[in-house]
């Protein structure tokens, strides 16, 4: 029901940065909420970061003091800063968007873009 288009993936040294951006294909402020997940070969796919339409903010253990999820309601974006990256931070990072006036709850995925950092 929602495209998702994920950008801004690459290549970055430990200790590096990279901003990851997510274009919805309608207002963000329909849709509950927006997120980040991420997953590697022969792992479940993990929650990295949400926000929801009200703007409360959810992280991982593992994301908290390090990536902040912000939102572009005008430009219908979503993003994932990412500092201080780590070699266990590589994996597949997709947008997802949730409806929660469906039950059960309506879930959409980007493609996914790929985070690599080195060691």
């Known amino acids: 029901q929602v495209q998702l288009v994920e950008s801004g993936g690459g290549l970055v040294q430990s200790g590096g940065s990279l901003r990851l951006s997510c274009a919805a294909s309608e207002s963000i402020s329909s849709l509950n909420a927006m997120g980040w997940y991420r997953q590697t070969p022969g792992k479940q796919r993990e929650s990295v970061a949400s926000?929801?339409?009200?703007?409360?903010?959810y992280y991982a253990d593992s994301a908290k003091g390090r990536f902040t999820i912000s939102r572009d309601n005008a430009k219908n974006m979503v993003y994932l800063q990412m500092n201080s990256l780590k070699f266990e931070d590589t994996a597949v990072y997709y947008c997802?968007?949730?409806?929660?006036?469906?039950?059960?709850?309506?879930?959409?995925w980007g493609q996914g873009t790929q985070v690599t950092v080195s060691s």
């Open positions: 926000i929801t339409n009200g703007g409360r903010t």
């Open positions: 997802n968007a949730v409806q929660a006036t469906y039950y059960p709850p309506r879930v959409s």
